[in-house]
């Protein structure tokens, strides 16, 4: 329609007749957005950050397990070799469309370790070195030494906890014991320090060994079965469905978890810091919508007289309600715009620079089984930022509508001679 | 016969460990022969001694560590490299509480709550009886031959004793913690004087010492043996031999669970 | 001075236009204190769930026990110490809520072919139960003499059920083996892992016995206080009371739990951080507020200079209206505020609507989030807040004054 066409360009005239009204107004509303995309990405970026944290230190995104293993645990619940490679071959022809970047085989076994000056009892994990060195944290959490190779069949990589009891240094001897599966015999291998890592996390630091794993076969007399088939993602959030995938599509004597089920307290942890979240974001919220309509209250006899105005112009009621909601509608666009743009802007900069944090603590810190990065990397999915434009859109737009219906309503002409 | 399977019976012999004393201490005239004729004849009669022989003693164990000083009388059974049982005669609070081994397997029986209960791997490092010892030290006396290598590291005379000094290395992947153990025996009558056991770092971590040489049942034997831990010092677990048989028939019945709880 | 009744009476000419801007005001910084006390209340919340599951806010042990947790290290060293009367005087300490009184112990507990070490700790089931949340207090009610829990894994482990028997041997304080039956009376889940996997409880004088400990023997004491942050202070008050045997160390959660100390300042680095720029944004909001009013005014400021009246009055004299404009504004918003602040602080907000299906850990944990009055951040948002409105009517009118008066009167009210 042609007179719609018109009434939008009134309406976009009219914002910047105003121009200060439409800055003091698209003003507060662009940097409440921005502030509020700000919030998400940061908040939505520690959680990440602490999942891959997670995930790096000897769990996964995805794991296949034999069916009850993460319940009961017990060194005899093992996937076969012909289990391993059904994966394999499930994985095969999907590898590229599932996203998945690597695919680890692991062993666990509780054990002792004893040195000449003393003995602790250990968690004994068992990795293939390559391939581990790539896809997890360990590798960048050694502070002596270096990672395991497959070369070196008896080298062990041990927590700063451990190396602290039995008074070890990278190098030096010492003997683990575990009870072999199926079986009351005890076995015992001789191991040396290939190094010592540091992750923050008390349970690791003080009570974990890595060892390769044939190593930890040989010792537990596993043959070729393992306790879990790890799979890493390039996509954090596809974990749960390609989980759904695997229970669905792997034998029902294996179970497939995602890092949700792997790490129940991360897991929790997260949510509740999401709702206290989602709390302070709705207050945030509130402060908004609260100045905005302040300002715009401010104005609402302005825009009685406005009207007042084009009525005597001939504008009729159906015009003056279309140009009101024209306008709210401009308005909207225009905050919302800039406010995406300074948003995305600001994570941008925290998404390359990071937020740091380290400034208020010295060591390393845990929470809910995750070590947390000194310094916070943003996050801003499409979702996020489309959710909370919307929302502040919708805002806009109702506020904006307000003083403009009032005047738009009036019959104002009275107001006209108070000039 | 090579040096080194000489030595390597020898060392079977002499070997450090509560249970080990009552084996094989070889005893008896030696004359004046070749070192190669004697060590054939040592090695002949320690094969005959050590296969099936068996033992039975009573011993004083004392243990004195910085809060208390304890004394308990034990007897102790044992056939083989493999069994042991060891039950606690006085003082009577403690009368009746033993430990069984067999194999890789320890029980321990505790009288006041009838009750037999298997020590797990993780307890293995646990000190045994309250003493210096570990469960472990139990299990692995049998494992001496299997994991070291023996040389003489000297022979000659210390404070005017003609003495050899045996060393003992681990082999490669044999998984003992020691980087090295080093026994001085008596060469006139192989008995041993002590025995040092050091990290790999060449640091010395407990040793023993060996005396109160006497006959036993027709054979020669330091009576007392005291294990002192270098990092405790005023610490001690002392073994004094009262009394040591060898030879007898025990019944295979005794090494069992139900023997145990037994009287 | 007339600048100021001026100001005073201005307010009052156009009431709508002053309504709104002190509204605005009010609303925004009651708003702010309300997001200012929840984000501090998290901070606390995190510090309480930290400590309160079993640490408790202060301690007291021989000065020699942490960190190796010797056995023989009890408070009072060799003589012991009267704990009961110890424990009296603490309690009427009115920042105190809760006393505990524990026995640390290592052994094994074995249901005959299946054994496992075990952290046993002795406790005294009422006491505990008012200050641990690490296990509920009907399962403490539990600990009968002779009575003992178990951490789930260790149950599992162990293969043993409610009402199974289980033998506890331990190395004892006079080198004899320590060895008793007891019942199992319960399954512990604290969901931490490490301790579900190794954890046993029982009575304090049970394990005492099972340590040939003398009943006077104990190695910690930990208390709960009423206001967690200020534990320091109050660990120097308690290390000064009366009856507290010698060689004792009295530490609060911030030197025992270094860590949660960090995590805690990092928590409170980033609420800073956060709420700093919510207060530069209400400012601005605020700012904008006040420009949209005074440029409303620009007429005003026109005649008011064509009647001669100096400049440098006219200022003032806006001045003094954006004065009281923020003193009612703040002083309502105070109210406001205060009200918010009282509910939020007494009731909280209940976050478990997002809870749904939580790990055994976080259902120790308080999932409603209860506000804290952090009186630095009130103050400086205040001032923030004084700031803008002031600068908000200074700057335009500044403006305006140096316009030609005649310029000033013409101009349309629309702008």
């Known amino acids: ?210 060892v390769p794993l044939p190593t930890a076969q040989r010792l537990l007399r596993l043959g070729d079965n393992v306790h879990q088939v790890a799979l890493m993602l390039n996509q954090l959030d596809d974990s749960e469905e390609i989980a759904r995938l695997g229970e669905e599509q792997l034998p029902p004597e294996t179970e497939t978890l995602s890092w949700l089920e792997l790490m129940p307290e991360l897991r929790d942890f997260i949510k509740i810091d999401d709702g206290a979240s989602y709390v302070f974001n709705a207050l945030f919220f509130l402060i908004i919508a609260f100045l905005v309509a302040n300002t715009l209250l401010m104005s609402v006899l302005e825009r009685r007289r406005e009207f007042a105005l084009l009525d005597a112009l001939g504008f009729t009621p159906t015009r003056r309600f279309l140009l009101v909601i024209l306008e709210a509608s401009w308005i909207a666009v225009l905050s919302v715009a800039v406010g995406t743009v300074l948003g995305y802007a600001g994570h941008l900069y925290f998404y390359h620079k990071g937020l740091p944090l380290d400034i208020f603590y010295s060591s390393e810190v845990s929470a809910g089984g995750a070590v947390l990065d000194p310094i916070l990397y943003s996050y801003l999915s499409w979702r996020r930022i489309a959710g909370a434009a919307i929302m502040v859109f919708a805002l806009t737009f109702l506020l904006a509508l307000l003083p403009a219906w009032r005047g738009a309503k009036g019959q104002d002409a009275h107001l006209l001679g108070q000039l | 016969m090579g040096i080194n399977s000489m030595m390597d019976r020898l060392m079977r012999i002499s070997r450090l460990s509560i249970f080990v004393i009552l084996l094989g201490i070889v005893t008896g005239p030696l004359f004046a022969q070749t070192s190669q004729q004697r060590a054939k004849e040592i090695i002949d009669r320690v094969d005959r001694m050590l296969r099936g022989d068996s033992s039975v003693g009573r011993v004083e164990m004392t243990v004195a560590t910085r809060q208390w000083k304890r004394t308990t009388e034990l007897r102790i059974w044992s056939e083989g490299t493999e069994k042991v049982l060891v039950r606690i005669e006085a003082p009577k609070k403690d009368q009746g509480t033993s430990t069984l081994r067999v194999g890789d397997n320890i029980w321990n029986y505790l009288p006041k709550i009838d009750r037999v209960i298997r020590v797990p791997t993780s307890m293995m490092m646990a000190a045994w009886m309250g003493s210096h010892f570990t469960n472990d030290d139990l299990v692995q006396e049998s494992r001496l031959a299997r994991d070291y290598d023996v040389t003489i590291e000297f022979e000659g005379a210390r404070e005017g004793v003609e003495v050899y000094e045996f060393l003992l290395m681990p082999r490669p992947q044999a998984p003992v913690v020691w980087g090295k153990i080093v026994y001085q025996i008596r060469k006139s009558d192989l008995m041993p004087i002590w025995a040092r056991f050091y990290g790999e770092d060449g640091e010395l971590k407990r040793r023993a010492t060996f005396s109160e040489y006497q006959v036993m049942d027709g054979r020669l034997v330091p009576a007392l043996m005291r294990m002192t831990p270098e990092d405790k010092p005023g610490e001690y677990t002392e073994m004094k031999y009262r009394e040591l048989e060898f030879d007898l028939k025990i019944p295979e019945s005794l090494f069992s669970l139900k023997s145990l709880r037994g009287s | 001075m007339i600048v100021v009744r001026l100001g005073w009476r201005n307010l009052w000419r156009n009431s709508r236009r002053s309504l709104i801007t002190i509204a605005g005001i009010a609303c925004a910084f009651a708003f702010t204190i309300a997001f200012i006390g929840l984000g501090k209340g998290m901070v606390v919340q995190m510090l309480k769930n930290g400590t309160e599951l079993m640490v408790g806010h202060v301690q ?195 030197q025992l739990l270094p860590q949660l100390n960090d995590y805690l300042g990092l928590a409170g680095g980033a609420n800073a951080f956060i709420i700093g720029l919510v207060v530069v944004f209400v400012s601005f909001g605020i700012l904008n507020t006040m420009m949209m009013a005074t440029f409303e005014r620009i007429r005003e400021i026109g005649m008011l200079n064509a009647f001669g009246m100096r400049p440098g009055l006219i200022l003032s004299t806006f001045l003094f209206e954006a004065f009281f404009l923020a003193l009612l504004g703040l002083t309502a918003g105070f109210g406001l505020g205060a009200l918010m602040m009282r509910y939020l602080s007494l009731y909280g907000l209940d976050l478990s609507r997002w809870m749904g299906q939580l790990s055994m850990l976080q259902t120790r944990v308080e999932p409603i989030l209860k506000a804290v009055w952090n009186w630095e951040a009130v103050v400086a948002a205040a001032i923030s807040l004084w700031v803008a409105t002031v600068a908000a009517a200074y700057l335009p009118a500044r403006k305006a004054v140096k316009v030609d008066a005649v310029e000033a009167l013409r101009a349309p009210v629309m702008q």
């Open chain 3, 60 to 254: 007291i042990h021989d000065r020699d026990y942490l960190p190796d947790r010797d056995l023989y290290e009890t408070i009072g060293n060799q003589e012991g110490c009267d704990w009961h009367q110890v424990i009296a005087g603490l309690k009427q300490n009115q920042d105190v809520v809760a006393v505990a009184p524990r026995v640390f112990g290592f052994g094994l507990v074995s249901t005959g072919e299946q054994s496992a070490g075990a952290q046993i700790i002795g406790v005294d089931p009422d006491l505990e139960g008012n200050l641990s949340r690490l296990v509920d207090r009907d399962m403490l009610s539990r600990l009968r003499p002779g009575s003992v829990l178990l951490g789930a894994t260790l149950a599992l482990e162990l293969r043993a059920r409610e009402g199974n028997e289980i033998a506890a041997v331990t190395q004892a304080a006079d080198g004899t083996l320590g060895n008793e039956l007891f019942r199992v009376g319960g399954i512990v889940k604290t969901g931490l892992a490490y301790l579900d996997r190794s954890v046993a409880f029982m009575r304090i004088d049970d394990l005492q016995r099972l340590l040939a400990l003398e009943p006077s023997h104990i190695h910690e004491i930990a208390i709960k206080l009423r206001d967690p942050v200020r534990a320091p202070e109050s660990s120097r008050f308690i290390s000064r009371m009366s009856g507290l045997p010698e060689g004792v160390s009295v530490q609060s959660w911030r």
């Open chain 1, 1 to 210: 329609m042609n007179s719609l066409k018109i009434i939008m360009m009134i309406a976009w005239r009219n914002l910047w007749r105003n121009r200060r009204r439409t800055i003091l107004t698209a003003g507060t509303v662009s940097l409440g957005l921005g502030l509020l995309l700000l919030f998400l990405g940061i908040g939505d970026g520690s959680h990440r950050q602490m999942i891959q944290g997670a995930v790096g230190m000897g769990s996964a995104h995805v794991a296949v397990q034999a069916r009850g293993y993460q319940v009961r645990g017990g060194i005899e619940l093992t996937l076969s070799a012909s289990q391993v490679a059904q994966v394999s071959s499930w994985l095969q022809s999907r590898r590229e469309e599932l996203g998945v970047t690597h695919v680890l085989r692991r062993v666990f076994a509780p054990g002792l370790a004893s040195s000449a000056d003393g003995a602790t009892g250990i968690r004994l994990i068992g990795l293939e070195p390559d391939p581990e060195k790539a896809a997890s944290a360990f590798d960048e959490k050694l502070v002596q030494g270096k990672f395991l190779t497959s070369a070196e069949e008896y080298g062990a990589v041990i927590g700063e906890g451990v190396a602290r009891k039995l008074e070890l240094e990278p190098g030096e001897k010492f003997v683990v014991m575990a009870q072999e599966a199926g079986s009351a015999e005890i076995q015992s291998l001789l191991l040396r320090v290939a190094g010592i890592m540091r992750t923050g996390l008390e349970d690791f630091d003080q009570a974990t060994i890595l």
